[in-house]
């Protein structure tokens, strides 16, 4: 284990970078994880973890200490407590990071089975949360739109707790020609004499799901995409819901019509 004191080390630098700059992420194709619990994850997901980060707090966690003896290969920098807290991708540093490698993109052709697309969700705990929602819900290749957070940033990822790990994201897609041909129904949350209610549709075969950002929705290229436009009930005196509570609702109400199904 390695001790740095300094702000000017190197190494310091560069995680400092990792953890604030999506562009130096972009670059090194490298991102942060915070805490044990990402870490984990990542273990379990078998994603290879390149350096290990500990503070002198961190090194006071009976948890911690007992998973650096579980990672002693991994090369793993020991720093003091404000050093720490400097590099730290969140307020509250957990006392361990990890750096990981940012997965290349993947060609993808049209998809077959159910899947989400995210057009310009930018809040990270929106769309961490939502990845969460998608690998909880089965899903396994979700869509983002260049307005989009990045999906492994610290903050995402955080939110996301694992859920990336789970998930093939393909960022800055070409949702219009992959969705060409798709033969599954093509499904977007809205409101209109059209819209259908959610709870009235048959889910129980192949969908791409549409969500927008949280201000302005859709924008109008990937809403003409939709095949269906749906309406979730709010017999609540709530104008609309959030994006991560909508899409929520929507991918579970597709697993409980599933689960339904094969039961019956």
């Given at each position: 284990m390695?001790?740095?004191t300094?702000?000017?080390?190197p190494?310091v630098?560069r ?5 604030h ?5 972009r670059k ?9 619990h990402l870490?984990e994850s ?5 994603w ?6 500990v503070?002198?707090e961190g090194?006071?966690r ?12 991994v090369p793993?920098?020991h ?8 590099v730290s991708?969140?307020?509250?540093p957990s006392?361990l990071?990890?750096?990981i490698?940012i997965?290349?993109a993947?060609a993808l052709?049209t998809?077959?089975?159910s899947?989400?697309?995210l ?13 969460r929602t ?8 979700v ?6 957070a990045?999906a492994?940033?610290p ?8 859920g990336q790990f ?8 070409d949702?219009?020609r992959?969705?060409d ?5 093509i499904?977007a949350t809205?409101v209109?004499a059209e819209?259908r209610?959610?709870?009235?549709i048959?889910?129980r075969?192949s969908?791409?799901?549409l ?5 302005q ?5 990937i809403a003409?995409?939709a ?5 979730i009930?709010m017999?609540g005196p ?7 509570a909508?899409?929520?609702v929507?991918?579970f ?8 199904a094969?039961?019956g």
């Amino acid at each position: 284990m390695k001790h740095v004191t300094s702000r000017d080390n190197p190494a310091v630098k560069r995680l400092h970078a990792l953890a604030h700059s999506g562009r130096e992420r972009r670059k090194l194709g490298r991102t942060v994880l915070d805490g044990t619990h990402l870490v984990e994850s990542a273990m379990a997901a078998g994603w290879p973890l390149l350096e290990l980060i500990v503070s002198d707090e961190g090194l006071g966690r009976a948890e911690i200490r007992a998973l650096l003896r579980r990672l002693e290969a991994v090369p793993t920098l020991h720093l003091a407590d404000p050093l720490f807290a400097h590099v730290s991708p969140v307020d509250t540093p957990s006392g361990l990071l990890a750096v990981i490698d940012i997965p290349p993109a993947r060609a993808l052709r049209t998809p077959e089975d159910s899947l989400l697309v995210l057009d310009g969700v930018q809040d990270p705990g929106n769309l961490g949360t939502i990845l969460r929602t998608a690998a909880a819900a089965g899903l396994a290749d979700v869509l983002l739109t260049d307005g989009c957070a990045q999906a492994w940033s610290p903050r995402v990822l955080r939110a996301g707790m694992g859920g990336q790990f789970q998930l093939r994201i393909h960022e800055h897609a070409d949702v219009a020609r992959l969705l060409d041909g798709y033969r599954g129904e093509i499904l977007a949350t809205g409101v209109g004499a059209e819209s259908r209610i959610l709870f009235d549709i048959d889910l129980r075969g192949s969908v791409a799901w549409l969500f927008g950002a949280e201000g302005q929705g859709l924008s109008a290229e990937i809403a003409a995409l939709a095949t269906t436009t749906v309406t979730i009930p709010m017999p609540g005196p709530v104008e609309s819901l959030n994006v991560g509570a909508a899409a929520a609702v929507c991918l579970f109400e597709q697993v409980r019509q599933c689960g339904a199904a094969k039961r019956g």
